[in-house]
């Protein structure tokens, strides 16, 4: 139902654009985001973006990281600027989906994509 993309190595300094985009029979989403989970660590939230497109982030990564969403695509995106060894970690993209099927608002994950920041 998730399908994130975008991920790859970047030297600090660098910027990355991760992508997530939802599909199946959906009849709407509410918030979606993005969370990361960096080694020997628990999952965090970095950002997530309600369907009206107000924002909300984590303070690690404010005024770095801009979320965003395209609804007509279902997709969500994580603009990742001035990227530091401390943001690696792999990314999980998050979306609240209302399926066509059930019409019940459930919690959806996308497989992961990791982010390396390593000179």
């Known amino acids: 139902q998730l399908q994130a993309s975008g991920g790859g190595l970047v030297q600090p300094g660098g910027s990355l654009r991760l992508s997530c985009a939802a599909s199946?029979?959906?009849?709407?989403?509410?918030?979606m985001g993005w969370y990361r989970q960096a080694p020997g660590k628990q999952r965090e939230l970095v950002a997530t973006v309600t369907n009206g497109g107000r924002g909300n982030y984590a303070d690690s990564i404010k005024g770095r990281f801009t979320i965003s969403r395209d609804n007509a695509k279902n997709t969500v995106y994580l603009q990742m600027n001035s990227l530091k060894p401390e943001d690696t970690a792999v990314y999980y993209c998050?979306?609240?989906?209302?399926?066509?099927?059930?019409?019940?608002?459930?919690?959806?994950w996308g497989q992961g994509t990791l982010v390396t920041v390593s000179s």
């Open positions: 199946g029979r959906i009849f709407n989403i509410d918030d």
């Open positions: 998050n979306a609240e989906i209302r399926a066509r099927a059930t019409m019940v608002l459930r919690d959806y």
